[in-house]
C-alpha cells in the first residue's frame, strides 16, 4: 500500500489546478472509462524508475463493463498462454 499511495500524492503534486493525473497502472484500470493524454515518463520521488504519466481529458461513454468489453479490441493470446493458464489450476477428480 506504500507504494501506492506515494504514487497518488505525486501525481496530485504534478497536476496543475483543475487536471487529473493517473499512473499508467491506473490507467489500466480505467481504459475504456475516460479520454486521457499521454504526457510521457517523468521522474517521480521514492520510484527508481520514471513512471509514464497520463492525464485524464474527459469521461467516455461507456459506464458498464458489458459495453467496455463490446468496444475495446481483443487481446490476442496464444494457444500455449491458454494451456499455461488451464495447468495453473487445481486437478478436480
Request: aromatic share 4%; glycine share 8%.
Amino acid at each position: 500500500m506504500g507504494q501506492t499511495m506515494n504514487v497518488a500524492a505525486r501525481m496530485e503534486q504534478m497536476a496543475a489546478p483543475g487536471s487529473i493525473l493517473i499512473s499508467a497502472g491506473t490507467l489500466n484500470l480505467a481504459e475504456g472509462y475516460v479520454q486521457e493524454k499521454p504526457l510521457g515518463a517523468s521522474k517521480v520521488k521514492g520510484l527508481e524508475r520514471p513512471l509514464e504519466v497520463f492525464e485524464i481529458t474527459g469521461a467516455s461513454k461507456i459506464r458498464s463493463r458489458l459495453r467496455k468489453a463490446r468496444q475495446m479490441p481483443l487481446r490476442a493470446t496464444s494457444l500455449f498462454d491458454d494451456l499455461l493458464r488451464l495447468r495453473a489450476f487445481p486437478k478436480v477428480a
